[in-house]
């Protein structure tokens, strides 16, 4: 672990959010013909959001705490954000049949006519196109792979904390 190094780690999460948004849009949505729910988009927001303070912080290196810290804070948002929505989709997921809430317009619609605040209300509702798998691998679907993907992002996240206190 003594070669993970505060520019190796913000490296490795800028590749594994080009990885994993490659992983999405050529597999899944090229390949096998998936549209991601609004949820996924979602999950692919905060992995963007990630991958582009890690990529900064990779790229730049800063010496200060401070700006490490916030790059940190930055990326850290990204990826508890994804966590925080596959946590939400998979619980989506596993809802009785009954309780499942009713499919509503897409997320095109709402972001034209609702305010910010509104469209992440219902998208975070969840509707019933959330809550269908359509896919699995190894007996997950593919918010269970993303939450074990961005379980692991989360753990490198805390590594890499470690190694900013250490700096000092």
Not at 74 to 90: E, L, P, Q
Request: charged fraction near 10%.
């Amino acid at each position: 672990m003594s070669r993970l190094t505060y520019r190796s780690l913000n490296w490795i999460l800028a590749v594994a959010a080009l990885l994993g948004m490659g992983f999405a849009l050529l597999f899944l949505q090229r390949f096998m013909g998936f549209a991601p729910c609004s949820l996924c988009v979602f999950q692919r927001v905060g992995l963007i959001v990630m991958g582009c303070f890690a990529l900064i912080a990779a790229l730049v290196n800063p010496k200060a705490i401070w700006a490490r810290l916030l790059l940190w804070a930055g990326s850290f948002a990204g990826i508890v954000w994804s966590v925080g929505v596959a946590a939400r989709h998979i619980w989506l997921q596993h809802l009785p049949a009954d309780q499942v809430p009713s499919c509503g317009p897409g997320l095109d619609y709402w972001l034209n006519t609702l305010p910010l605040q509104q469209v992440l209300h219902e998208v975070l509702s969840g509707s019933g196109e959330c809550a269908t798998v359509d896919w699995r691998f190894l007996g997950l679907s593919i918010p269970e792979q993303a939450l074990i993907f961005f379980s692991i992002l989360l753990i490198l996240h805390i590594i890499l904390l470690w190694k900013i206190f250490k700096f000092r």
